[in-house]
């Protein structure tokens, strides 16, 4: 398999993090393609947590080359400060491992500012969003000002940027009743970007050219999607979304090579659902199971440390998330917590205000809103093994389950979590089980246009 992209199928936190993680033994290239430091990705190895916002979920192994690809909005703070946790742990000796686009958009300080003054004044209409300043990034890039990783670099292109981009931001904080950046606080963040700019320097470097000689080479390319399907600004829960296309497609886009590398999807899926922020969610639980599912599953945002709702595994939302994504197979994850239930039940299909049955997912958030789940209950899954070599080790209740989404959901599942270890997992797919081979990559590096 030359390329893999790993998305979402839900509203984000499906365990992406960990898979990439697995995935990335077997690629010589993970790559973020879309989204900022609004994800959190959390890998386990030996006992140990390390959370991941922009670096790509591959950067624990030595031999995987980690790219952000144009599609991602840094904050280069972030950026900064990941790496050099990375570094402080060891992990990220070798810094030709990790390569920025140059033309990936830059989260400035204002952007923050305005995601928080505006979810602010949005009170009960609020979104809800992770106040990372994608939202007000994005719109700027759509916009045609925004700072691009190249300005951020050059100290005095990047400080008549900054007068420019403060001034804008100001008229915008004021009239939402905010404080504007002044004086001596404008000096500083000129100061500060542009130590930023000096340490971010070395790492630009062409993505899109650097997965093309990889797969050349007869390497292996693994997008790493942020965020989910029912996310994504187009095909999600709108206005409820994240500011950027969460779907496979946009692995091509986000990181500078055609459509043909995002053919082969894998789809990540929990065993049931969880949202984190404002907007409908028909399967959701307001019950005491709902409370059991976030204690079992530590559910809990890796990125805002926010409480996630939890409800059933909602198969109606899901066929779209397969739809959207073209995805090709999926992951099921935290089958382990689910198995954890004495009884449980899968969403099957939705039924309007009138009574009428629906599996299509609405476009219209009102109309969401009103959907009842028409649920399917099942008798809880007999207790899992953490290590699993083979699909017959699970316990015939779990196996019968994968079975049911398999035929509900028309597409393979190969990949089964059961833990949020590295290697609590069972691989189905022989093409997907590590067996790295080094090729030779010089790392296109160079912020020249
Ligand atoms: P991501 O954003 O999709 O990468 O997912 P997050 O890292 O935000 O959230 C997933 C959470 O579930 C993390 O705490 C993982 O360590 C954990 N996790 C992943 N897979 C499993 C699993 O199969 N079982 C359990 N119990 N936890 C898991
Ligand atoms: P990962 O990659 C879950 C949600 C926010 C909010 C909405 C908009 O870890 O799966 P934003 O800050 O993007 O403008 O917020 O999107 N959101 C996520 N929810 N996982 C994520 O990322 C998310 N990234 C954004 O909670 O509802
Ligand atoms: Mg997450």
Redesign the pocket.
């Given at each position: 398999m030359k390329s893999l992209v790993c998305v979402?199928a839900q509203?984000?936190?499906?365990g992406?993090?960990k898979l990439v993680d697995i995935l990335a033994e077997n690629a010589h290239v993970v790559v973020r393609f879309q989204?900022?430091n609004?994800?959190?990705?959390t890998l386990v190895v030996d006992g140990v947590q390390t959370i991941l916002?922009l670096v790509p979920s591959g950067i624990l192994h030595e031999n995987t080359t980690c790219a952000i690809g144009n599609g991602v909005v840094v904050d280069p703070e972030v950026l900064v400060q990941e790496v050099e946790m990375l570094q402080a742990r060891g992990k990220l000796d070798d810094m030709s491992r990790l390569v920025v686009s140059p033309m990936c958009h830059v989260i400035m300080p204002w952007h923050k500012r305005l995601?928080a003054a505006r979810e602010q004044a949005s009170g009960s209409h609020k979104?809800?969003?992770?106040?990372?300043?994608?939202?007000p990034t994005y719109e700027d890039k759509a916009a045609r000002r925004g700072i691009r990783m190249y300005e951020f670099i050059q100290p005095q292109r990047l400080t008549e940027r900054i007068r420019t981009g403060v001034m804008m931001a100001n008229s915008m904080l004021e009239a939402l009743g905010d404080e504007p950046y002044l004086g001596v606080e404008i000096e500083e963040m000129i100061q500060r970007c542009h130590k930023l700019g000096e340490e971010i320097a070395p790492l630009l470097g062409d993505v899109g050219e650097l997965i093309v000689q990889i797969g050349e080479s007869g390497g292996r390319v693994l997008f790493e999607?942020?965020?989910?399907a029912l996310?994504d600004v187009d095909h999600g829960t709108y206005p409820?979304?994240?500011?950027?296309n969460c779907a496979a497609a946009q692995a091509a886009l986000g990181s500078g090579v055609g459509p043909a590398w995002a053919s082969e999807v894998l789809g990540v899926t929990k065993a049931y659902t969880?949202?984190?922020?404002?907007?409908p969610f028909p399967s959701e639980l307001h019950t005491a199971v709902g409370e059991q599912l976030r204690e079992l599953g530590g559910e809990f945002?890796?990125?805002?440390g926010?409480p996630?709702r939890c409800g059933w595994l909602d198969l109606v939302a899901l066929r779209h998330a397969i739809r959207i994504n073209g995805v090709t197979q999926l992951a099921v994850t935290k089958l382990d917590v689910l198995s954890k239930l004495s009884e449980y039940q899968v969403c099957e299909a939705y039924e309007l205000p009138d009574g009428t049955r629906i599996d299509r997912f609405p476009y219209d958030p009102l109309v969401l809103e009103q959907v009842k789940p028409v649920l399917k209950a099942f008798v809880g899954m007999d207790d899992l093994p953490s290590t699993l070599n083979k699909f017959e080790d699970l316990p015939g209740s779990a196996q019968s389950f994968v079975a049911y989404l398999q035929e509900q959901l028309g597409v393979p599942v190969t990949i089964i979590s059961v833990g949020p270890q590295r290697g609590e997992e069972l691989i189905l797919d022989a093409a997907l089980v590590p067996n790295h081979q080094s090729v030779a990559v010089a790392t296109a590096r160079g912020a020249q246009a």
């Open positions: 979402g509203w984000g936190d499906e992406k993090g989204g900022g609004n994800a959190g990705h916002h995601d979104i809800g969003t992770t106040r990372r300043g994608i939202g999607g942020a965020q989910g996310l409820y979304v994240t500011s950027s969880t949202r984190v922020g404002e907007g945002g890796a990125t805002t926010r996630r």
